[in-house]
């Protein structure tokens, strides 16, 4: 029991006793909160979640192109740096990049082609032919177009064509011996 000392308008003190168990509120107060109250509260966490992830995910596309058109144009690079190992004209080859040592080479060796499995270099022996690598697929189709519009200024006179979730970047009129 908990001695509970109470002050009546008279101010004579009286002293009474208190079962540990009763508890004594201001009318109206109520002590923690409903069920009902806390998945309200949860519901709005959420949607503030979902509205930060959502945002999130749509600044983070720009990024992700960025990504794209860097290796894009370091495997454009590549491709004419080849080239000029090989009496100015393109190698013929088509497959895999990773696969061909003189793109391997010209792009630093098997560690720095990690990033570009998947993609494919094309080019027919021919005076008068294309020349043309393809990228790996895409997971998004936002953040391939935005690659697609960063790289096509850079890589001048290169082409960029989607291809289903692939872009193809190509030089027509290329020699490849």
């Not at 749509?58 to 992700?64: I, R, T, V």
């Not at 895999?96 to 003189?102: T, Y």
């Not at 936002?142 to 289903?164: C, D, F, Y």
Request: charged share 20%.
């Amino acid at each position: 029991m908990k001695k509970v000392e109470v002050i009546p308008a008279d101010q004579t003190l009286i002293q009474t006793e208190v079962e540990p168990s009763q508890t004594i509120m201001a009318k109206g107060m109520r002590k923690g909160m409903t069920l009902i109250e806390l998945i309200l509260v949860l519901a709005i966490f959420a949607i503030i979640i979902g509205i930060a992830y959502s945002v999130f995910l749509k600044l983070n596309k720009p990024s992700q192109a960025n990504k794209w058109a860097t290796k894009i144009s370091a495997v454009q690079a590549s491709v004419e740096r080849a080239k000029g190992y090989n009496s100015d004209t393109y190698f013929v080859y088509s497959g895999a990049i990773r696969s061909n040592v003189n793109l391997r080479n010209s792009l630093g060796g098997n560690t720095a082609t990690k990033d570009i499995a998947g993609w494919t270099y094309n080019c027919s022996r021919s005076s008068d032919t294309t020349v043309s690598f393809t990228t790996s697929a895409f997971d998004d189709p936002e953040v391939m177009a935005l690659t697609q519009q960063k790289v096509a200024s850079r890589i001048a006179p290169w082409t960029v064509t989607p291809s289903g979730t692939k872009l193809v970047i190509s030089k027509a009129h290329a020699v490849c011996q």
